[in-house]
């Protein structure tokens, strides 16, 4: 070999070595490669619920951003059990993707854990608004809903509609935006007609469809003609609306494919607005410390009205009326 060789040889191997000892994130970012995301959730992305809005949000964020190749997306989903969604949020940030996101309260422990030892992941978590920060972990975003918001407008709306004077609520864990969106939907409803019986049923779980069913059935035997619900188990509930000609209130995500008869309307999330402003920060270098809120005023709750129903309309104008008085500060749900 010549002397010349031997040098060329050298450099190349030199310039290998380099590179593998690169530190990951550096290798990640210093390509054209996409944005990588990874998101954890506790239902399945279809679950017309809380993990559909997320997932949804996500795919409207890659649309945005120029598709798949500008944005991987990946998720795991039904992690209901804590450890195994543990596993699947080191597993990811392990893998270097730029975020992942832990959507559901009970992965708060975990990321307490596990952001610490990945100090340039960006971390999110949902559903509350306080970061990690005091604790002195500074990479996890976090985020929730103001879900009392269109769970007022909700029972504005349910109390005008109800000839009944009976309205059945089906909760699932009385906590997070569960809790905000029933206290909410309550508030609205007494706020519009004082005498109506409301009757709130909490089954104790996010994802039991037959207790959901349960509670709807109980509900209609009181003589409720006006139902309302959240979390993934309210496919359940809205079900036996269907059967007994009951009309629903959604939330979290569209529900209006499942009973397009009986579904007034939805409240949804739209979590875009809070992915613009994470995206943009971890593009800046910063990897959390940051709380949001999602409200009727930013655009992150969004009202559906089903175009299939008939609303009349002076609870459509009521409604509007509501938002905009949320929204300006007039009420106070």
Request: net charge negative.
């Amino acid at each position: 070999m010549s002397k010349l060789m031997k040098v060329f040889t050298l450099i190349a191997l030199f310039t290998l070595v380099l590179g593998a000892c690169a530190p990951a994130e550096q290798q990640a970012a210093g390509g054209d490669g996409p944005f990588r995301v990874a998101v954890i959730m506790p239902s399945g992305v279809n679950d017309l619920a809380f993990s559909q809005s997320m997932y949804e949000s996500l795919l409207g964020m890659q649309t945005e951003l120029g598709g798949p190749e500008k944005m991987e997306l990946v998720y795991s989903e039904n992690m209901f059990v804590v450890d195994d969604a543990a596993a699947a949020i080191r597993d990811y940030a392990s893998q270097g993707y730029d975020l992942v996101i832990a959507h559901g309260s009970q992965y708060g422990s975990s990321l307490r854990e596990i952001a610490p030892d990945f100090p340039t992941t960006a971390f999110a978590h949902g559903t509350t608004a306080a970061t990690f920060v005091d604790e002195g972990i500074t990479n996890v975003f976090a985020y929730e809903a103001a879900s009392n918001e269109g769970g007022y407008v909700n029972g504005v709306m349910a109390a005008m509609l109800s000839t009944s004077g009976v309205v059945g609520v089906v909760g699932p864990i009385e906590t997070g935006d569960a809790k905000l969106y029933i206290d909410g939907f309550v508030a609205g409803a007494k706020a519009t007609n004082p005498a109506l019986t409301i009757n709130v049923n909490y089954t104790g779980s996010f994802s039991d469809v037959a207790l959901a069913s349960e509670a709807a059935n109980t509900h209609v035997a009181a003589g409720a003609d006006v139902m309302s619900g959240t979390a993934q188990m309210v496919v359940g509930a809205i079900g036996v609306a269907k059967e007994k000609n009951v009309l629903w209130f959604g939330t979290q995500s569209s529900q209006t494919s499942l009973a397009p008869e009986i579904v007034v309307a939805n409240q949804i999330y739209d979590w875009k607005v809070v992915l613009r402003d994470i995206f943009d920060l971890i593009g800046k270098g910063t990897y959390g410390g940051k709380g949001y809120i999602v409200t009727l005023e930013n655009k992150g709750l969004v009202m559906e009205f089903n175009s299939a129903y008939s609303l009349p309309a002076d609870v459509k104008a009521k409604a509007d009326e509501t938002i905009q008085g949320i929204i300006d500060g007039s009420i106070n749900p």
